[in-house]
């Protein structure tokens, strides 16, 4: 069981938007912990794609966003392709007893 | 551009210990960051394991805490995972990371290697 709570799967249609969302409590997103997230593409490594809750690195297009509130965050994906089919993880820190470093379940996006 | 790579037996016996290194190109371990490890059971979701800096600084996760052992060798510019008495729980693609800190929290892992597969099996 994850300390962050993601949805395992999504889907969308070509073009279209969707969001993910990554639940957690008042020891981690709830207590102002920046959340991260990575995409995961079939068979590599994950790859950062938001970071500080919605900062894009260099280099990823800006169809993909990112917010938080509360004690969660979600990740949006607009314009959709066939590309942005992968498994995505959220990730933030938390201050209990559990791992510093938490990680979301993570959720297959699938586009149909 | 920031290159990790891991190596390291493929297959481990269970009982035995597991061992990893990730070998650091186009950035100085010494430079600053700390560098981490993740790993992934077939099929599942990422779980942390521990984080170095290049003093020798460690952050681990306290589920694997009491198994775990990362060093670093910054003559090497690379940085090594021991994981003791492993079972088949701990067959995983084992990752390798640049791990920010802020404010002395861990935050993100911006560059990863390509990632190993470890069995463990008799």
């Known amino acids: 069981q994850s300390v962050l709570t993601q949805p395992p799967s999504v889907s969308g249609a070509p073009g279209q938007r969707v969001t993910i969302s990554c639940t957690g409590s008042?020891?981690?997103?709830?207590?102002?912990?920046?959340v991260h997230w990575y995409q995961q593409l079939p068979g590599t490594a994950p790859k950062l794609l938001i970071y500080g809750n919605s900062n894009r690195p260099s280099g990823v297009p800006d169809r993909f966003s990112g917010s938080k509130s509360g004690t969660s965050a979600s990740l949006a994906i607009t314009g959709l392709q066939a590309e942005d089919e992968a498994d995505y993880y959220c990730q933030s820190y938390d201050s209990s007893l559990s791992a510093h470093v938490v990680f979301g379940g993570g959720t297959k996006l699938t586009v149909l | 551009q920031v290159q990790l790579q891991e190596s390291g037996p493929g297959l481990v016996k269970p009982s035995e210990t597991l061992s990893l290194t990730c070998a650091v190109s186009?950035?100085?371990?010494?430079?600053?960051?700390?560098w981490g490890w993740i790993r992934q059971p077939p099929g599942k979701g990422l779980e942390w394991i521990g984080s170095?800096?290049?003093?020798?600084?460690?952050y681990y996760n306290p589920s694997l805490k009491s198994r775990v052992t990362i060093s670093v060798d910054t003559s090497k510019n690379q940085f090594s995972l021991k994981l003791s008495s492993v079972t088949a729980a701990d067959t995983a693609v084992y990752y390798c990371?640049?791990?920010?800190?802020?404010?002395?929290?861990?935050?993100?892992?911006?560059?990863w290697g390509q990632g190993t597969l470890v069995t463990v099996s008799s």
């Open positions: 008042s020891s981690n997103i709830g207590a102002g912990y920046d």
């Open positions: 990371a640049r791990h920010l800190i802020l404010g002395g929290r861990p935050y993100y892992f911006d560059y």
């Open positions: 170095i800096y290049h003093s020798g600084s460690t």
């Open positions: 186009g950035y100085s371990i010494s430079s600053g960051y700390y």
